[in-house]
């Protein structure tokens, strides 16, 4: 550390030296020069208007030398009446200096330790903060205008809304929590289920066809051995006298409770063909005979066909 103050003072007083040579140079440039004169004066014989030497002396001298300029230097040359464009003998009073006037400054030696470079080339600390004035607050005196805050340094489009009445950006979105991946186990679960559904139908189909299996059954035990139809049926009459007693006996069967539909298929030589739909299960014949226009017996009943015979 003392090599480098050292070094640093060996150069300024390097400088200094340099620039007091430079000074005298100077001096010497301004003041070795002459200074233009009238031929008058060069001839030694007084210009026009001017005294001439001696003159208001009693010895006859020359006047004295007035007192030295400032910092010591001698005074400037008089002006005798034109200006000299500040020139000296018709050159620069104030000329550059020579080239190599200051000399090559070496910075050699000059190396600062890591560890003190801050002693030399810190930067000068911060100054103080600028004083802010505060804004008043509270209630504002009727007929005076409100003074607005200071502009927020951030978060302008929030204090642009909030300013115009409005509620400003909406906050953001959370994210959209994902759905968990399904387990392993819950498409063998599904696939189970589906196998129950599958299982329960079947297990209503055949409920519905042991119901009527049972329901035929009572049927003929109690209708002395009548078949109980069901579904589609084909009723065979015969014979019918005239068109009118068949309309008759076709009105009749859409009559009985669960007939869904009758259509007469046929008709030959008095021998009817009927078409009846059935929404459930009847012994068709036993309640054909409670509504029928005209007695009948059964002769044939079974396997979706009912054959009558008219007496």
């Known amino acids: 550390m003392a090599e480098a103050h050292g070094d640093i003072a060996a150069t300024l007083s390097e400088l200094e030296r340099k620039l007091k040579k430079l000074e005298r140079e100077l001096e010497s440039v301004g003041h070795g020069g002459e200074v233009d004169v009238e031929p008058a004066q060069a001839t030694g014989a007084p210009a026009d208007g001017e005294p001439p030497p001696g003159a208001g002396h009693p010895t006859g001298a020359s006047p004295p030398p007035g007192p030295a300029g400032p910092q010591g230097f001698p005074p400037p040359p008089p002006f005798h009446g034109h200006d000299t464009g ?21 910075t050699e030696g000059f190396a600062p330790s890591p560890h003190h470079a801050h002693d030399v080339l810190a930067p000068p600390p911060p100054g103080p903060a600028p004083f802010s004035m505060p804004l008043p607050t509270g209630h504002v005196p009727p007929g005076s205008t409100p003074v607005r805050p200071p502009w927020p340094p951030a978060n302008d489009g929030a204090f642009v809304a909030e300013w115009q009445g409005g509620q400003g950006p909406p906050p953001p979105s959370q994210p959209h929590h994902q759905q968990p991946a399904p387990a392993a186990g819950s498409s063998a679960l599904r696939e189970h289920l589906a196998e129950l559904e599958r299982v329960r139908a079947q297990l209503v189909d055949v409920a519905d066809r042991l119901v009527s299996e049972l329901s035929r059954a009572v049927g003929e035990l109690e209708g002395g051995g009548e078949p109980v139809l069901e579904g589609h049926v084909v009723v065979e009459v015969g014979r019918f006298a005239d068109v009118a007693t068949l309309g008759a006996f076709e009105q009749a069967l859409q009559r009985i409770p669960g007939v869904r539909d009758v259509y007469v298929r046929a008709l030959d030589q008095g021998e009817a063909s009927i078409d009846v739909e059935l929404d459930r ?10 509504v029928a226009p005209a007695a009948f017996r059964v002769v044939a009943a079974g396997g979706g066909r009912l054959h009558l015979a008219l007496t």
């Open 86 to 106: 500040g020139q000296v003998a018709g050159h620069p009073a104030f000329p550059p200096p020579p080239p190599g006037a200051f000399g090559p400054i070496s």
């Open 281 to 290: 299960p009847l012994r068709l014949a036993s309640e054909l005979g409670a």
